[in-house]
């Protein structure tokens, strides 16, 4: 379907640079173009538009949304800017706007914008879940895995992984991937990125499920700062409904950051006859100083033997605090899964550890329609 | 400590998590010790390291108030009175414990802790760092202050394999003698599908030591909170430790071995 556009931009040297990459770009026709967002109003119903671009550096125009919203209810809305914004973003989208550009922009860009935000919209109340453990090993890295496959299927909303575990991220071994940007990439140059182009530096595994990988080198980690991290994170909402953020172990500024901006944090750990439990309780001790904890923080224990509801309340009662869900050990599934590029859950749907993950991830969308609905 | 002869110090490393390093540490300690040497082991998995909890001590002071002390007067420090005593059967070696609360790890000082390490090198024979698994700030200093730098690995599935192959690389890059660092295996016979042959091949040389799996052993030795190699000495596991520690002691250099072959698919991965 080709896309009949209004474009509405106030500067007239960006209108005319604007109108010619529209009229460049394939699958677009510019309808109509406009320097003041009251003449579209009036004026741009007898074009019959299935697009309008809406300039928003003029903060004024951003009380017109709901008027354009109402007076073209089959056109999507997107606005446009010379910068992005997360509150901005948020608010146009709360507004009733589709997405947000930035401009100048190229014909692929605004393709992009399209077939991105065009569907659902941008995400504007996503779910951020960072996956902490108090030591490595934990078995985190295959339970978000197989978790944001199993969230991106059962829910067909935009799913994302963030690997954050910096020096020894395993994502990209985990899908199969051979990324040509990373987390290194992606927060070193986020100041002058939008969702739009953000979305490039994550690599899909399915129609909508993405991942933006660890760096290559361990070294490189040093080069990932907390303030663009923490924009990296937030301008990503703008694309997914939910992202998973795999986290280094222990408490150092990327887990910290991550726990603090996301919705949930999984304090996650494998049980193996150690002292597992008492380092949970000592992470623990340190997330209660939140005020929501018991909201915002769960826990997850893996390669739990028996892996049923009793051994789930025993776990609990143990740590003196819920446990959200307890994970079945397959050993050999995982391994094998993982040194083929493969997901445990596709290798083996019916296995004990796969409809675990499932149940984990049919909870996370209940609660999530109920927070929604 | 001017002309004072400072002991060895055995940093144990990893690049993967739940290797063994804390417990290949005890039981390199208190081999040491069985030996005859006076060892301290020093717990620098500062946030969860499990020594304490291996060896069932109960410590009153530990390395968080070592950098207190050293804080008020680095000249003037001395470690001793930080140190936790391990007794079993006549073998006794100190334990410098990690922070009781978390707070104080997170705030603990790469630079104090180097000092303190430093300190302890001159009252002991053989200094045993257990560290994390990440090249953080500390552990690359610890790592510098190591005489040896035990490398911890297993070999179960590929994520491993790959952080291994990308930790000893940047170890390498570091400019460390190559008698310097001691790439060990621990679990050798564990459930897995990967050829040790390839796993030395991608890594550019053989292991130096391999250590087998005895999981049933060593969970028995945690429980008991006694070190394998003085409770179990007849354990497989218990008996190449020993031999671990013989060659360290006797300053062993081993000669590289024979290159094998690398499978397809595992040339596939990591190429």
Not at chain 1, 224 to 252: E, W
Not at chain 2, 38 to 57: E, R
Not at chain 2, 148 to 171: E, Q
Request: hydrophobic share 45%; with cysteine; aromatic share 8%.
């Amino acid at each position: 379907m080709d896309y009949r556009v209004i474009l509405i931009e106030n500067n007239r040297l960006m209108l005319e640079r604007l109108s010619s990459v529209i009229k460049g770009a394939a699958g677009f026709e510019l309808a109509a173009r406009y320097q003041q967002p009251g003449d579209a109003l009036g004026q741009g119903g007898v074009f019959k538009p299935n697009l309008i671009l809406l300039d928003i550096d003029d903060r004024a125009n951003l009380q017109f949304i709901p008027a354009f919203t109402q007076s073209f209810p089959a056109a999507a809305l997107l606005c446009i800017s010379s910068h992005w914004n997360a509150n901005d973003s948020s608010h146009v989208v709360r507004a009733g706007a589709k997405g947000y550009l930035i401009k100048p922009f190229t014909a692929e860009e605004l393709g992009e914008a399209v077939d991105t935000f065009g569907k659902s919209g941008m995400a504007v109340s996503s779910d951020v879940m960072a996956f902490f453990s108090p030591k490595g090993k934990s078995g985190k890295t295959t339970l978000i895995a197989n978790l944001a496959l199993s969230l991106a299927r059962k829910s067909g909303e935009s799913v994302a992984i963030i690997d954050a575990d910096l020096q020894f991220g395993d994502m990209a071994v985990f899908f199969n991937l051979a990324p040509q940007s990373t987390i290194v990439e992606a927060v070193r140059d986020v100041k002058f990125l939008s969702p739009i182009t953000l979305n490039a530096y994550f690599q899909t595994v399915s129609d909508n499920l993405r991942v933006l990988c660890g760096t290559k080198k361990p070294d490189y980690a040093e080069l990932v700062d907390i303030k663009p991290f923490n924009d990296m994170v937030r301008m990503a909402q703008s694309l997914f409904r939910y992202i998973l953020i795999d986290l280094p172990a222990g408490f150092n500024p990327i887990s910290v950051a991550a726990s603090e901006l996301a919705n949930t944090t999984y304090l996650v750990a494998m049980v193996s006859g150690g002292f597992e439990l008492q380092h949970m309780q000592r992470a623990l001790d340190v997330f209660r100083a939140w005020p929501d904890c018991e909201q915002r923080v769960k826990t997850i224990f893996t390669r739990v033997e028996p892996c049923n509801a009793d051994m789930q309340e025993k776990l609990g009662l143990v740590l003196g605090y819920p446990v959200a869900a307890v994970i079945p050990n397959e050993y050999l599934l995982v391994s094998a899964a993982a040194n083929n590029g493969r997901m445990a859950m596709d290798n083996d749907p019916n296995n004990p550890l796969a409809i675990n993950i499932a149940r984990l991830a049919d909870a996370i969308i209940g609660q999530r329609r109920g927070k929604v609905g | 400590m001017e002309g004072a002869r400072s002991g060895i110090v055995i940093t144990v490393f990893s690049t993967a998590s739940a290797v063994g390093k804390t417990l290949i540490s005890i039981n390199m300690a208190a081999e040491l010790a069985h030996e005859g040497h006076h060892v301290c082991l020093a717990d620098l998995d500062l946030q969860f390291g499990d020594v304490s909890n291996y060896l069932k001590l109960s410590p009153t002071r530990t390395v968080a108030d070592a950098q207190k002390a050293v804080q008020r007067d680095a000249d003037a420090f001395d470690p001793m009175p930080f140190l936790t005593q391990y007794s079993y059967k006549g073998v006794n070696f100190s334990v410098l414990a990690g922070p009781l609360e978390l707070a104080e790890a997170y705030n603990m000082s790469p630079l104090t802790i180097a000092h303190i390490v430093k300190q302890l090198q001159y009252k002991f024979d053989y200094l045993v760092l257990d560290t994390t698994s990440t090249f953080s700030e500390l552990n690359l200093s610890l790592l510098d202050l190591g005489t040896i730098i035990t490398f911890l690995g297993i070999v179960d599935f590929i994520p491993t394999i790959k952080n291994m192959k990308s930790g000893c690389d940047t170890i390498r890059s570091m400019g460390y003698d190559s008698n310097k660092i001691r790439l060990v295996l621990n679990r050798s016979n564990s459930k897995t599908r990967i050829d040790l042959e390839d796993v030395e091949q991608l890594l550019g040389e053989p292991f130096y030591h391999v250590l087998p799996n005895d999981f049933v052993a060593a969970q028995q030795s945690i429980q008991m909170g006694v070190p394998l190699v003085l409770s179990s000495q007849s354990a497989s596991l218990a008996k190449e430790l020993r031999h671990l520690v013989g060659r360290y002691t006797n300053q062993e250099v081993e000669q590289t071995e024979t290159q094998h072959g690398v499978s397809s698919w595992f040339r596939k991965i990591f190429n």
